[in-house]
């Protein structure tokens, strides 16, 4: 009875003791906000008490739920979300309202059956919306090389993976976690980082074009937290990151997967968001 | 324990309470999850999924109310069944029905394993489209409604379920400026009220004839083979169906048995084999891209990764072989869990059935509350069950399934129509 109470008392004070958080995704049930969300709640448990609230639609996390949360949030943000919210969607976010602690970059890359994009003309999936950045950059790449590509919009990327990789289409705009994939269900499949990471990635430069944004800027946010919870929680992720067999270690492929900055200073990230969600808009 | 147990009961709790499905009890056993390999996950996975649909199509046969979202058929044809021994003849029907089509599917896998690419050309838009339109066609043509009140059901599930935010199109419609709205209607609320509904009170008061013959009770009926192997190939494609998986199996093996027969129990067996060969097939989708095609497969995904799976390095075949396996041990187990309550049956209608069905529509608000408190919505879906159950009440005498089907196809069938022009170049 007596060791009873005392692991009743020690759960108590640790239930007591340790700060609460909630993440919330943003993003759908099934895409990688989702995963990681989910991967944050299980690695964070030792240190928080974890809710993690999913969704799985932007519109009802940021309109409906997270006005109604109180305590500190952890949340997703997407810089293509931003600018179709701006763009008159559901919702948008002021990324000010809270701090961001992790900065993505995520070039999109080039998959395709053989031809090359800058001359041959195909049909070339890209993620939702169907009006949205990946369909003006398809439109900006006609007008920058003379193609006649037809965009074709799929609902995710593992739609616009199986589309490549069934022939539907002869290109896909797809993020590097499902490159590899891609190749490995069919090697004459060609995804060309080399494009991606020096060709078009960074054809707004070379070419003046600046319609053009290849790629996708997410941060992480913390919301209704005071600044020693702030760090003590992007410690947390930080180190977990760096952590092989951790859960979002497990994900990220050992951090490989990703492109994240932890240092930006608020004037960095404001200037990188505005500069992607304007170009995507 | 054993991955096969926590599957199994896993199954039937999803099986049997309209609204748990797959996607929230892997949420809610996350904690126990996280110490399997991923073969047991899988395991436990593809236990919970057939178990699942031996068990949902029990409450659908006997009291209306469909357990799992595919036993929608079975909800429709149990009104017409006249007997107790109809009854237990759809029950253990389905039971054998379904051990055939998840036995036939894992054979079938276990032997063709090398040409399981082949399915990636079955993800073409114009196939997905032509399905969902064939669908809808025969519906208008099968379905005992008028052909015109048909059309008027399919037109109106399109116009609700279309309300919201459609992310695809970046539009939006009949939202009202109404955040709650801009997620659209719940389905959960939606079938509550537009399919259990109209069942139950069509039920009520509809007294079942009460069989003399007490030995033909609990005797095993099985369908023609034929029959079943044309359910289980038809259940086995819809599977593959993004987003509807096993319900689009039952409901187009429905649709095709409409043609053929009149007899409500060959039409239950017909849609509860095809569910049943579906729950296996949607996760080839997983295993052989990595692509999860509905919500429980991403979680499912997301524990096999913790645990070092990797599409790339992942031997399909030799472990989908020991998959099919433990996935015939798993038909049978499922099969003598739900042939014996063909046995029952006579048990089930000593229960006062009009007091039964005021029971159930009591808990299917309470049901509705809770999904609402898991969705962080209850006002909303509250709301909503308020204002679409009178119309539900209303639909008694009209059989709402093409208007459910089209509800929870309808942004594939949006966004698989304008794919498709964009394909074609129209």
Redesign the interface.
Known sequence: MKNYLIIGALLFSTSAVADSLTILNSGS??GGF??QS??YS?DLADEFNITL?N???R??AL???LP?IDGPVLMPWASDYEA?GR?G???TYDINQGTVVRYDTSPVYVCSRGGDISKDSG?VAHT?????PLARVISELNNEFGTTH??????GS??A???I??G?VDYALLSKKHT??VI??DSTINCDVSLAASGLNSLPASSGNDKIAFGFDTVWIIINADSDLTNKIKMSMMENHLNCES?IG??S?CNTTLNSRWDLTTEEVNKNWETMVATQR | MEPYLLGIGMGLVSGLIPGVGN?VLLLLAWPFL?NFSVMELLIIYVSMASISQFIGSIPAIVFGIPGESSSFPAVQESKRLNTIEEVSKSISGSAFGSAFGGIVVAGLCFYFVQYLDLI??F???KLLVGLLLTVCFVMVLTIDNKWWVNILLIISGLLLGSI??N????T?FL?FGI??L??GLPLTVVLICLFAIPQILNNINVPIKRLGNCFEIGKAYILNPIYLFFSTVIGFFGGLV?GLTTVFSSISAYNVSLLFTNNPVKRIVVSETANNAGAFSMLL?LL??????I?S???L??LM??K?F???SWDFTSSFRELSISLIYVNIVGLFIAWPLSKCVTMFYKINLNMLMYIILVSLFFITLYTGHL???MG?YLICFTLLAPIGAFLRNVNTLPLVFTFIVHDKLI?GV??LS??L?V
Request: proline share 6%.
């Open positions: 049930k099934t989702s995963m989910t991967a299980q609230v969704p799985g639609d519109c009802v309109g409906n739920l109604k179709v763009d969607a559901c919702v049909k939702v919306p169907a009006n949205g037809t965009p074709v919009v799929y609902d593992g739609d993976r199986l589309a990789i069934n539907e590899g994939i490995e269900a859960a497990t994900w492929k | 996607f996280y990636k050309h993800y073409s838009t919201g935010y992310s695809y199109l970046n939006e939202t955040n709650s801009w997620s993004p989708p052989l891209f990595g692509i999860p095609i919500g497969e991403a979680i995904l997301f990764e913790q070092g990797s599409i790339v969705n962080y919505n909303y966004d304008y794919r964009q394909i170049g």
